[in-house]
């Protein structure tokens, strides 16, 4: 079993900058891959992006390169989003949910994922 709690959501004026967490209790936290992914009203569930197990692989949506940095610490079982230059397009409800898969290529189907947290809401404002 893996718990996924995230935080950080909250609302933001177009053009500002959040940072979401989540944290990762149960299984060995460090050698799992852990990815993000957002849902906005009335659509489906999309992928933001993914870190593996050691950082050392990253993929981004391409609609949040150079916005949206994924980074961990698996000293503190924490996965972080820091989301910059928001526009109110961003507003979503965002999951961190983790993954057993270690290829890149697979990270973007929310199936290879095993658990989900609850999501928090975020909201940008025009």
């Known amino acids: 079993q893996v718990q996924l709690v995230e935080s950080g959501g909250g609302l933001v004026q177009a053009g500002g900058s959040l940072r979401l967490s989540c944290a990762a209790s149960?299984?060995?936290?460090?050698?799992?891959?852990m990815g993000w992914f957002r849902q906005a009203p009335g659509k489906e569930r999309e992928f933001v992006a993914a870190?593996?197990?050691?950082?050392?692989?990253?993929s981004y949506a391409d609609s949040m390169k150079g916005r949206f940095t994924i980074s961990r610490d698996n000293a503190k079982n924490t996965v972080y989003l820091q989301m910059n230059s928001m526009p109110p397009e961003d507003t979503a409800v965002y999951y961190c949910?983790?993954?057993?898969?270690?290829?890149?290529?697979?990270?973007?189907?929310?199936?290879?994922?095993?658990?989900w947290g609850k999501g928090t809401l975020v909201t940008v404002s025009s």
């Open positions: 870190v593996s197990w050691n950082g050392g692989s990253i």
């Open positions: 949910a983790w993954t057993p898969s270690q290829s890149a290529t697979a990270w973007r189907a929310p199936k290879v994922y095993g658990y």
């Open positions: 149960g299984r060995t936290f460090r050698v799992y891959a």
